[in-house]
């Protein structure tokens, strides 16, 4: 668990999804993201927060329950506006963020911090 800690506080980690990864095949780390809360930028500025549904091998995502963020202009009250959108897919060719609702621990098992 300190190595964990020390990884993570690390300034010059790289992270990079590894198929050997602790002991998860991709499809098993697939599998612990579905349902969970993601939240996923996209190049024009909206955000997206749904439940992850799915992903194809091309990279595209698709959340259900999703709801539109999108900065509007500052002389309205609310500096976003939010809509709700239902099931959408998100390509990966406008995904510029993605992050996903979990503990440190469960982070960490997802991914592999090299240095």
Do not use: W
Request: glycine share 6%; aromatic share 4%.
């Amino acid at each position: 668990m300190e190595q964990d800690a020390e990884r993570s506080t690390s300034t010059t980690t790289i992270v990079e999804s590894t198929p050997e990864g602790p002991g998860l095949d991709p499809i098993a780390r697939v599998r612990k993201l579905l349902f969970r809360q993601m939240l996923v930028g996209i190049k024009d500025g909206r955000f997206f927060l749904g439940n992850f549904h799915c992903i194809d091998k091309q990279g595209n995502i698709i959340l259900q329950d999703t709801v539109e963020y999108r900065s509007i202009r500052r002389s309205s009250p609310s500096p976003t506006e939010q809509r709700c959108l239902g099931m959408i897919l998100i390509p990966s060719s406008c995904r510029t963020s993605c992050h996903v609702d979990c503990s440190i621990e469960e982070q960490l098992s997802l991914v592999q911090l090299k240095e």
